[in-house]
């Protein structure tokens, strides 16, 4: 049974202030409809204008991932993403009144909890994954990271973090599935070093950062005037370094909680494919740039294979075909709702092409996603193995008087859903020569020039009793 799209059951708000910026933000999730994918509306700007979450539309990812559509921008949205994608959610409307998404505490935790607070419901929409037809690599040789993603049956992701850090040591964390990411990552916080937070603050960046929502990283001696002017800076009284270098601001969840939080980090920027990937990910030393490139590199695949999945047959609507619906029906013995085969439009003693107009009528629909009509996938095969019975039958003078079963179907691929209006045109060549009777044929279905589904057939022509 396949899985279906998930949105969230009722709307859901939280306020924070944005990390660079020092505003204050409300944010709010909306449920949204089936392929509707993570959108945002800037509510605070004129018409407000969607910005779609594609990897597409991202135009910095220095200090964070920042996107931008219909002259509106967002940014600091790695970690909201992450936590829909954490909690396999698909299709989310999240309005904002400012240009960043809230830091919180720097992790996706506040995000977690409020989607969760609400429910998540199923939608009828069945769920499309990303499927990988090679693997990828991604290598930075002057930053030192790679990132690999190999295709796999489901997603698992492993990050490797060394800064050549006396204090931050190489460190390693691991998801083996995307269902521990509420349990074993959501909560992992930023971090950053102390030189970097210094460049940040005379840079008039990170206004909104307090020291509640980042793990600080000393990497270097402080003397005492500095610990008194960080101090005074965080408004935080006693500063000072603990064992593990860092600032006891916070205290840390996990030993490996950078590394953790570079893996949400990479969850959240791949969300951007639009859809959930199956593959297994290393990652080494990654950040929001390499994220970035990573996903397009792979969208770049996923782009390549949609090329090699398409295939053209042209046919002209004012030649009539070779077997129209009444003679069809003197070779095959099926009969309505069941005959799914309305035209051959040509045929040899090797092929034969056969095309099915999909229409709002058929009678599965009428059970079969009702509200988001599909036409099911076994009977993409019926219909195409029907097309290679006109082949079968063919070969003998009475075919009337015969039957065709199936002996086996392999190797099935469904690579694009089928809808009403759609016309399916179904192109079978024989594997080998037919004989005792068996037909063995590999079959390509086709809607315009996009392959919609392959397989493999094996049927015996049988003489009726």
Do not use: W
């Not at 949204?32 to 990812?61: M, Y």
């Not at 969850?267 to 593959?279: C, E, F, M, N, S």
């Amino acid at each position: 049974m396949s899985e279906k799209q998930k949105t969230i059951k009722e709307e859901i708000s939280l306020s924070g202030v944005g990390l660079h910026s020092g505003k204050n933000v409300t944010i709010t999730f909306k449920p949204a409809k089936e392929n509707f994918g993570f959108k945002f509306k800037r509510i605070d700007l004129e018409n407000q204008p969607i910005v779609s979450a594609d990897i597409d539309n991202v135009i910095d990812s220095s200090r964070g991932t920042t996107i931008e559509e219909n002259g509106a921008k967002i940014s600091t949205i790695e970690h909201v993403l992450a936590a829909l994608s954490g909690l396999e959610i698909d299709n989310v409307l999240i309005e904002i009144d400012g240009l960043e998404v809230p830091i919180m505490d720097g992790s996706s935790k506040f995000f977690i909890d409020a989607l969760s607070k609400v429910g998540i419901i199923e939608q009828n929409a069945p769920r499309e994954y990303i499927e990988l037809k090679e693997n990828i690599v991604y290598k930075d040789i002057d930053r030192n990271v790679e990132m690999v993603a190999i295709k796999d049956d489901i997603f698992s992701l492993s990050v490797m973090i060394d800064y050549n850090s006396k204090i931050l040591v190489n460190q390693h964390a691991a998801i083996n599935n995307i269902k521990d990411f509420t349990t074993e990552i959501y909560n992992s916080r930023t971090f950053v070093f102390l030189h970097e937070l210094e460049m940040l603050l005379s840079n008039n960046l990170i206004k909104g950062g307090d020291l509640n929502n980042a793990i600080v990283i000393v990497d270097k001696i402080l003397n005492d005037t500095e610990i008194n002017n960080l101090s005074k800076l965080f408004n935080i009284p006693n500063v000072e370094v603990k064992k593990e270098g860092i600032l006891n601001n916070v205290d840390l969840y996990y030993p490996n909680e950078p590394a953790k939080h570079k893996l949400l980090d990479v969850i959240g920027d791949l969300a951007l494919l639009g859809k959930p990937l199956k593959a297994k990910i290393y990652a080494t030393r990654p950040g929001h740039k390499a994220n970035y490139e990573f996903a397009k590199l792979i969208k770049a695949s996923i782009k390549n294979k949609d090329k090699r999945n398409t295939k053209t047959y042209e046919y002209d609507i004012n030649i009539p075909p070779l077997y129209n619906i009444n003679q069809i029906s003197k070779i095959l013995p099926h009969r309505s709702p069941f005959l799914l085969i309305d035209k051959i439009l040509e045929m040899s003693n090797k092929h034969v092409v056969g095309l099915k107009n999909v229409t709002m009528n058929e009678f599965y629909f009428t059970g079969h996603f009702p509200d988001d009509p599909v036409m099911p996938g076994v009977l993409q095969v019926e219909a195409m193995a029907q097309t290679g019975g006109i082949l079968a039958l063919s070969t003998v003078p009475d075919p009337e008087n015969y039957n065709t079963y199936f002996m086996k179907i392999d190797k099935v691929k469904f690579k694009a859903k089928v809808l009403p209006g759609d016309t399916l045109i179904f192109y079978l060549d024989l594997l080998s020569p037919i004989r005792r009777g068996i037909c063995e044929m590999k079959g390509t279905a086709l809607v315009g020039n996009k392959i919609v589904m392959e397989a493999e057939l094996m049927a015996q022509i049988v003489r009726k009793k």
